[in-house]
Every structure is written in C-alpha cells, then in structure tokens.
C-alpha cells in the first residue's frame, strides 16, 4: 500500500492517491483529472474510487468527471446529499483496498457532512488518517462556513461544538503513530492559523496543535470561533458546485474565446491577470489586476473580488497563456463566468503607477495612505502612523468613505494586494489619484 500527496499550492490544497497492487483510489482531488491519470498509469492501476471528505468551500473536484471517464464509483457521506451518482459512505463503512482496508469516520465539526478516512494495513492497524477539513497540522477546520452553504446547514456555534466531540471522541481512540494527512497547508482560509508542514503524527499534533489540548468544551469553542479570516465570496458557490458536480475541465471551458479591446462591452468587469509592471504601463478601462503567477493567489483573491454570477472577461499577455489561466480560473469553478479573453499588452489606460517618494509619507503629509491588509495585520505591524486601514475584502463597500483631496497611497505587506486594490478603488473611485506603493512597502518594515 502506497500514498501520494498532490499540493497546489496556489490553493494550499492537498490531495491524495492510495494504491496497492493494480487499485487505486483519489481523496479530495482538484479540478484537473490529468496530473491523477497520468500517476494511475505510471503505477500500472486503475483509479477505482474517489473519496470527498466533504463538500469543499475553496477549490472545485474532478470526482464526476473521473467517474464518468474512469468508471470510477464516489464515495460521499449521504447527509452531502449529492446530485451526481454516488455511493454512500457513512461512519464505519469500510473499502477494500487489496490487503488493506479503508474506514470511514464521521468527523462534523468543519461542516455536519465530514468525513475522515483511516486507512489500515492488512494487519487492521491503523496506518494513516486522510482528515479534510476536520484536522489541519497545528489547526482544525473553521465551523462558520455551512451557515448558508449546502444542502445541509448548521450554525458555526454547534459546529463547534461537534468539532469539540470529534476530536474527542473520534481522534482518542487512534494511536501516536497514525500519520495525519490534511486536505491544506498554510495559506488556506479554511482554518486560521495552518502550518505550512502537509503532514505529522497524530502524536505529534497531539503536543503542538492547540485544538488537541485538554480544555473544556466552552473553553475549545470560544477559541475556535476567534478571529477567523473572512468568508471569500465564492466559497458558498464552491460548496453547491461540489455537492452537484462540476463539467469536464475541457467542457468548461469550451467557447471562451478571444476577445479584442473593442470587442469588450462598456461595464464589463475585466480582470487583467497580468504583470502589475505590465498593468501599469497600459491596461483597459476599470481593468482590475490580479495576477497569476505561478505561486500567486490567483484563485483566492478572484473569488474574493468579483462574485459568484458576475460576468467578466479575463486579459492575458499572450494568447500562449490563455489555456493555462482559464486552467486556473476553473478550478474555483469560474470560468462559468468568463466571456471571452483579450491576450496582449498594447492598452491605452496609464491611471495608476508607483510614486516617487522623497521624504516619509508620515512626515511628508502628501498622501491619504491606505492600508488594505487584514485588520490583524494592521494591528499586528503598524508600518505608518496616519495610514488608514480598509482591508482589500472590504474596499468595494468601504470605497465611498475615502473623503480626501490628496492623492491615495495604498500598500499591502508585500505588493501583490496592493495591485488588486490600487487597480479596484480607481475603477470605482474614478476622481481620485490612485498610486500603488507595491513591492517598495519593503523600504518601511
């Protein structure tokens, strides 16, 4: 019996492929299938099973899609309530896996519908726990997100609670050395504080994670209902995404074409996923920048900026990278909302820039400095004295409140929000001056 991890790390996401002899089964998989076929075929195994922990908020699975071109059955806790063909797995169901055994363990607490998976060798001892969104290293799965997601609903204080009971129930009767194998990483907006370390011992965690430590149950859930990080707006879309199943990645994004600038309505949302340095020297009309670099937060700050059902068009630097951003794009299951893409970087618009600073903007009073990072981040590490906090998730509604005639200076911790945010407050803040502290935020730390 052998297991893969798979990490996008873009999306802190960690899925798995366990196999012995010629089967295999996938837990928790990404949107695109091929990375999983192409490891099924290098192991000489058929892909049998896919395994979902749960209904994710954050990313989109392939499971229906590897069903239909695999044959492969899904197995889901039936309080999911699925659209798409599946199997019911419920707490203590086992899966045969060659000599190996895969037992399903109801672990609520993140949403009512979670399960884990304990896999155990063909002795029965207990080898390895696939855990979702239930138990993160050095974390646990925040409870807040089923509040108006999924067919099935509960409130975040009840989840909490159930969260509390599965670790003490469900987790007290595994030993030290069952290795935890988490669906995210550090980065991930499922919990609050991840490591970025993708694996431990139970053991372990049992010493370093604080939701593993004795305390009591009001103790666990005050804790755990603290400072949590905000809801991206396309996390409940994810969720109902997910409980139906989602295209085929090609299906998806059949018909998105190319566009030219002309051909771009006027009040289209545009999304230019290029280079800020690239933005910055052209762009379109009320064109917001988030870019999509390798390791970049692409997928997060997308769904966090335009909502689910808002309709936009994507710009590229060149048509070569049009297939590779719509690859990006679907996995948070958006490219549903794209009508076409504009490739190049010949635009006219030069309405934001990095300014020339020559004294301390706190001393110099030139600029209204706007600090678009967390709240927490703001407290945490104050990096000017007059600098106003409006954190980048709330800069569309909050907009309005800049009432200044100077120009505004917005800065993030390390650049690349601050391109999201300058970009988002001149499209619509038209009549102010917008400059973009970016990457020179460094030179005040």
């Known amino acids: 019996m052998e297991i893969k991890q798979f990490y996008d790390e873009a999306l802190s996401h960690a899925s798995y492929a366990v196999w012995e002899g ?21 192991c000489g195994a058929e892909i049998t099973h896919v395994l979902e922990t749960h209904p994710h908020a954050d990313f989109v699975s392939c499971h229906l899609q ?32 060659g000599k190996s055994t895969i037992k399903a363990l109801h672990t609520p607490g993140h949403s009512p519908d979670s399960n884990s998976y304990l896999l155990l060798d063909a002795a029965g001892k207990s080898v390895a726990l696939f855990t979702g969104d239930f138990l993160f290293i050095n974390d646990v799965g925040r409870p807040d997100l089923r ?24 987790l007290a009767k595994l030993p030290d050395d069952v290795m935890i194998y988490p669906a ?48 991206p707006y396309y996390f409940p879309f994810d969720v109902e995404v997910n409980r139906t199943g989602a295209a085929s990645v090609p299906a998806a994004m059949e018909g998105i074409g190319l566009l030219t600038a002309a051909d771009v309505p006027d009040g289209l949302t545009v999304v230019d996923t290029r280079p800020e340095a690239s933005f910055k020297q052209g762009h379109l009309p009320g064109a917001i920048n988030i870019q999509c670099g390798p390791k970049d937060k692409y997928e997060t700050w997308l769904g966090s900026i335009v909502k689910p059902g808002e309709q936009y068009c994507i710009v590229v630097a060149e048509e070569a ?3 590779e951003v719509l690859a990006r794009t679907a996995r948070i299951g958006y490219e549903t909302f794209v009508t076409g893409v504009v490739a190049g ?101």
């Open 66 to 97: 590897v069903h239909k071109e695999k044959g492969a059955t899904i197995l889901i806790n039936p309080m999911v309530e699925p659209d798409y063909p599946f199997s019911p797995f419920s707490d203590g169901d086992e899966l045969k896996l």
């Open 184 to 231: 995210h990483g550090g980065g991930s907006l499922c919990g609050k504080n991840l490591s970025d370390q993708l694996s431990d011992t139970l053991g372990s965690q049992r010493t370093q994670n604080w939701a593993l430590q004795e305390m009591s149950e009001d103790e666990f859930v005050k804790e755990l209902l603290k400072d949590q990080p905000y809801v």
């Open 321 to 323: 990278t049009k297939t």
């Open 22 to 42: 010629k089967e295999m089964v996938l837990i928790d998989p990404s949107r695109d299938p091929l990375p999983y076929y192409r490891h099924a075929e290098a």
């Open 345 to 445: 970087n010949d635009f006219a618009v030069t309405d934001i820039a990095k300014p020339v600073i020559t004294a301390h903007p706190d001393e110099s009073g030139a600029y209204y400095i706007l600090d678009i990072r967390q709240a927490g981040e703001h407290v945490a590490q104050p990096l000017f004295k007059t600098s106003v906090n409006i954190p980048l998730v709330e800069l569309k509604e909050r907009a309005k409140d800049i009432l200044t005639d100077k120009p505004v200076l917005v800065h993030c911790a390390g650049g690349y929000r601050s391109a999201i945010g300058a970009s988002l407050l001149k499209k619509i803040r038209p009549d102010l001056k917008v400059f973009d502290l970016s990457t020179e935020i460094s030179r005040y730390k």
């Open 147 to 170: 509040e108006g997601a999924g067919r099935m609903r509960e409130e975040r204080m009840a989840l909490a609670r159930r969260m509390y009971q599965s670790i003490y129930q469900v």
